[in-house]
């Protein structure tokens, strides 16, 4: 059999094949910002070192933005920031945009609801933010000089200008929670930080969505459950489920079975996603603990809008868990991460859920695994399956970076342990990832970006004509079920899956003059 010009291919994934590429940043942690001219982009312009809760957003464009947080401005000083950079990945430069290049800059609120470029939100930590369908990049509390913050502001890339749409100019106000699920003009959350968004996007309808967080409820402080939507048509809030007091015990009720009682407890640090049916999905997080960061949380939630009711998922309504790991890159129903917080997520083309990292519980397994440490392991959540896949990193606490030559992938690459990352999705569906808390022995913040490749592996053909030789393969990795195959053409050999053998991939694209031949007595498996 003989094919050309043929495609089956719909999205790439990313797979136990995908590679890691240390893309730009230092190696080193602590370092200062180098900023450079406010909007002009340069190739020695970087970020400092930070440790945060996810400001981030990806534009229209396929531009990777972030705003402020904790760690090092131009001088090298350590405290809130609140500089807005973009990086482009097809030039592989960061622009200082807006904000300030110098640590703890004061809010300039200017009039609610009007724009203006004098207005700016003031150096903080720990915000929660989203992107619109509209492309305007939208930012809510955190913690900053003035205590946590409430305020809800949304920034348009064309106009380079701030606006402060909601919540209070002052810092430590108390939610007003009004009806459950009725929206009104006066209703807002109360200050808070380390607050769960999904995934940095608004839902199919427009809204922004809030679980929880450390701050005010509506008469006393401390970890949040409650769940806020908000309307950017009608720049209102609603509060949908959860209390209106803090530090409120979670309802698990029947692993799989909606119920109107079920709740998560209250947390802070949580990763929270939005899938293609417009459920809300939560997973993991902490109580603080007197400082202590515990108890940890390894339970996933899903959150029906319609219904109102949530369903435990999967994982412990116990606290402070090993993970589960199994076999990587193997689905099994025991499989479980850890109790975490502060780790990072994505959600893929095809609806799986991704967690990396964060501060929490490796395998109970492993040796030197004495509590809560940094993480670097990668997992997928399929939610048709309800299982979770250890896809990439280490079992155990602690792994440090291997960062190899920069801008080139290899299979050895990876990012160390670390929390607080920031983190972006391309349209390519590669996975991003920025600095964060390393919690090795003498770590500190960085300011390293990574990428993960989708696991598209491209034929090279300079061995021989044979598909299930390594060396015939970009990376010298032969394709597996899991990955997606391109045949250029013009190869020095063109592949063939010889007689007796079997090849395998998920999607083939096969690009003009390529020709792949499978024989007669041979057999190639397109998993999708």
């Known amino acids: 059999i003989l094919l050309s010009l043929f495609t089956l291919n719909l999205y790439a994934q990313i797979t136990t094949n995908s590679q890691w590429t240390f893309m730009k940043g230092d190696s080193t942690t602590n370092n200062a910002g180098v900023y450079g001219t406010p909007g002009v982009a340069s190739p020695t312009n970087k970020p400092g070192a930070r440790e945060g809760c996810g400001m981030n957003w990806v534009d229209t464009s396929g531009n990777l933005w972030l705003f402020g947080d904790l760690g090092f401005d131009v001088n090298g000083a350590e405290s809130y920031l609140n500089d807005l950079w973009k990086y482009d990945p097809i030039t592989n430069q960061w622009t200082w945009v807006n904000g300030n290049n110098t640590i703890n800059a004061a809010t300039v609120y200017g009039i609610k609801g009007v724009a203006a470029s004098s207005n700016n939100p003031g150096a903080r930590h720990l915000s929660t933010t989203w992107t619109d369908n509209s492309g305007d990049l939208w930012l809510f509390g955190g913690s900053s000089p003035l205590g946590t913050l409430n305020d809800l502001w949304k920034y348009n890339i064309a106009s380079n200008m701030w606006t402060w749409m909601s919540g209070d100019n002052t810092g430590n106000n108390y939610g007003v929670y009004g009806t459950q699920g009725t929206e009104a003009a006066g209703n807002k959350p109360g200050g808070r930080n380390r607050a769960c968004r999904p995934d940095t996007r608004e839902d199919a309808s427009g809204n922004l969505w809030l679980f929880g967080g450390y701050g005010n409820a509506s008469t006393n402080g401390g970890e949040l459950n409650d769940l806020w939507k908000y309307n950017t048509a009608t720049n209102q809030w609603t509060w949908m489920s959860g209390d209106t007091t803090a530090l409120v015990a979670g ?275 397109i998993s999708h």
């Open 251 to 525: 309802v698990y009720g029947t692993m799989g079975v909606p119920d109107p009682a079920n709740k998560p407890g209250a947390r802070v640090g949580g990763v929270c996603w939005i899938d293609a049916t417009n459920q809300f999905w939560l997973c993991g997080g902490s109580r603080q603990g007197g400082g202590t960061w515990s108890p940890k949380f390894s339970d996933l939630w899903k959150y029906d809008p319609v219904t109102n009711m949530w369903t435990w998922m999967k994982g412990d309504n116990i606290t402070d868990n090993y993970g589960v790991y199994g076999t990587q890159g193997v689905a099994a129903a025991a499989n479980n991460p850890g109790g975490r917080l502060m780790g990072l997520c994505w959600i893929d083309n095809t609806n799986n859920f991704w967690v990396f990292g964060g501060y929490g519980y490796a395998s109970g397994s492993t040796a030197n695994s004495t509590g809560t440490q940094g993480l670097n392991d990668l997992w997928k959540y399929d939610p048709i399956t309800n299982n979770w896949t250890w896809m990439k990193g280490d079992s155990i606490p602690n792994p440090t970076n291997v960062y190899g030559i920069q801008g080139v992938a290899s299979p050895t690459n990876k990012p160390g342990n670390r929390s607080g990352t920031d983190q972006w999705r391309d349209a390519k569906g590669n996975l991003w990832l920025f600095g964060g808390i390393d919690w090795s022995v003498g770590g500190g913040f960085r300011n390293d970006l990574w990428k993960l490749s989708n696991g598209t592996i491209i034929w090279i053909g300079v061995t021989s004509k044979d598909w299930t030789v390594g060396s015939n393969w970009s990376g010298g990795i032969v394709p597996g079920p899991n990955d997606d195959v391109i045949i250029p053409g013009e190869t020095p050999y063109s592949p063939t899956v010889l007689d007796g053998t079997t090849g395998y991939c998920r999607d083939l694209l096969i690009l003009t003059k390529a020709v792949l031949t499978v024989q007669p007595n041979a057999t190639l498996n």
